[in-house]
């Protein structure tokens, strides 16, 4: 499998506590996760590693940033961590942690401060770092460099090792470790060559951020199966009634289930989702391929073989497909978990 990967995830590395239901918790979501599946894809030989382009020399990869993000956003995204350094006098070492929310209701004013930036463009809890955005970007790019490969028939298949992972971030937002949606900007590139794509969302928790990038538009079907979001992050979307407005109505689609779903559960709603992709006919299936659904991650329950058998099933789409890492935080199983997915998808090909 052609695999895109870049070292400057590493540039992303929070270390504060951050805090869960009223409990300081490490990070879950650091350097150590695009190690570990590395290191698994190349000790089961599944790795052809490829290097991205970096963003500051291809300018069609920053076009395709600003047709799923909004200019502001972006431009808050990469300048944010060194304004709140020279607001707070901190040496460039901190992390930047939103901590007032917009006022729903009327009256909405984003006054030019940082601190009010920071709560208007986040939808948790998660820092800008001084590297977030160099590491971000290089996600994006993974994403960008294995679809090019796909959209041009030189592999039928790529995988982009993207970290920080993207789709809980909106047009407009970040979340849920997501700063830049990567499988958004993945299917993105797929409708700037002229072809329909479809994203195909496993992560256990909702698409949401790239429900709401597509939101209005039938180039792009978006299917995400995940955990009911009344009980599990991100509670406020993927719910089945979200289904798309305008051009777009009838071209989302959210398929849930309930906490600690296990493989014979989870394998009819995986079934109905890839029944939705095929009948939308895409050029190109972009995979959302979070491995959080495993059960030592606490929320679904899947486990070993299971994953073999999810790659088989993407496989058997028997479409060009771009499979871009999304989120899986049990660093014990992480990396065989992603590389199962990668051997089934490859041996059904
Ligand atoms: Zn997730």
């Given at each position: 499998?052609?695999?895109?990967?870049?070292?400057?995830?590493?540039?992303?590395?929070?270390?504060?506590?951050?805090?869960?239901?009223?409990?300081?918790?490490?990070?879950?979501?650091?350097?150590?996760?695009?190690?570990?599946?590395?290191?698994?894809?190349?000790?089961?030989?599944?790795?052809?590693?490829?290097?991205?382009?970096?963003?500051d020399s291809d300018p069609s990869a920053r076009?395709?940033?600003?047709?799923?993000?909004?200019?502001?956003?972006?431009?808050?995204?990469?300048?944010?961590?060194?304004?709140?350094?020279?607001?707070?006098?901190n040496d460039g070492g901190g992390e930047a942690m939103p901590f007032v929310r917009p006022i729903l209701g009327p009256g909405f004013t984003v006054p030019d401060h940082v601190l009010a930036e920071l709560g208007r463009y986040?939808?948790?809890?998660?820092?800008?770092?001084?590297?977030?955005?160099?590491?971000?970007?290089?996600?994006?790019?993974?994403?960008?460099?294995?679809?090019?490969?796909?959209?041009?028939?030189?592999?039928?298949a790529a995988y982009a090792l993207a970290r920080p992972p993207g789709h809980h971030a909106g047009p407009d937002n970040f979340g849920g470790y997501c700063y830049l949606n990567n499988s958004a900007i993945a299917a993105e590139l797929v409708t700037a060559t002229g072809g329909r794509a479809a994203t195909l969302d496993v992560d256990t928790?909702?698409?949401?951020?790239?429900?709401?990038?597509?939101?209005?538009?039938?180039d792009v079907l978006s299917v995400s199966l995940h955990i009911d979001p009344?009980?599990?992050?991100?509670?406020?979307q993927g719910y089945p009634a979200e289904r798309g407005a305008g051009d777009g109505e009838g071209f989302?689609?959210?398929?849930?289930?309930?906490?600690?779903?296990?493989?014979?559960?989870?394998?009819?709603?995986?079934?109905q989702a890839c029944r939705l992709v095929d009948d939308f006919g895409p050029d190109v299936v972009v995979v959302a391929l979070g491995v959080d659904t495993a059960v030592e991650d606490g929320v679904l329950a899947l486990e070993g073989d299971d994953y073999l058998r999810l790659g088989e099933r993407l496989a058997r789409l028997g479409r060009p497909t771009v499979l871009v890492q999304e989120g899986g935080y049990d660093l014990r199983v992480l990396g065989r978990n992603v590389a199962a997915v990668i051997e089934g998808f490859a041996q059904a090909r």
């Amino acid at each position: 499998m052609l695999v895109f990967a870049s070292e400057d995830h590493r540039a992303h590395n929070p270390t504060e506590l951050h805090l869960f239901a009223g409990e300081a918790l490490p990070p879950k979501e650091v350097p150590a996760r695009a190690e570990t599946i590395l290191g698994a894809l190349k000790a089961a030989g599944l790795a052809d590693v490829r290097e991205p382009d970096p963003l500051d020399s291809d300018p069609s990869a920053r076009d395709l940033l600003s047709r799923v993000h909004d200019a502001a956003y972006l431009e808050f995204l990469r300048t944010a961590h060194q304004r709140w350094c020279a607001l707070t006098g901190n040496d460039g070492g901190g992390e930047a942690m939103p901590f007032v929310r917009p006022i729903l209701g009327p009256g909405f004013t984003v006054p030019d401060h940082v601190l009010a930036e920071l709560g208007r463009y986040s939808n948790d809890a998660d820092p800008l770092l001084a590297g977030t955005w160099q590491a971000a970007t290089s996600a994006a790019t993974c994403a960008i460099g294995a679809a090019r490969t796909v959209v041009s028939g030189d592999a039928g298949a790529a995988y982009a090792l993207a970290r920080p992972p993207g789709h809980h971030a909106g047009p407009d937002n970040f979340g849920g470790y997501c700063y830049l949606n990567n499988s958004a900007i993945a299917a993105e590139l797929v409708t700037a060559t002229g072809g329909r794509a479809a994203t195909l969302d496993v992560d256990t928790h909702a698409g949401n951020g790239t429900q709401a990038v597509f939101w209005h538009r039938r180039d792009v079907l978006s299917v995400s199966l995940h955990i009911d979001p009344s009980v599990e992050y991100p509670y406020f979307q993927g719910y089945p009634a979200e289904r798309g407005a305008g051009d777009g109505e009838g071209f989302n689609h959210n398929l849930t289930m309930g906490r600690r779903t296990q493989w014979p559960g989870y394998e009819p709603v995986l079934d109905q989702a890839c029944r939705l992709v095929d009948d939308f006919g895409p050029d190109v299936v972009v995979v959302a391929l979070g491995v959080d659904t495993a059960v030592e991650d606490g929320v679904l329950a899947l486990e070993g073989d299971d994953y073999l058998r999810l790659g088989e099933r993407l496989a058997r789409l028997g479409r060009p497909t771009v499979l871009v890492q999304e989120g899986g935080y049990d660093l014990r199983v992480l990396g065989r978990n992603v590389a199962a997915v990668i051997e089934g998808f490859a041996q059904a090909r």
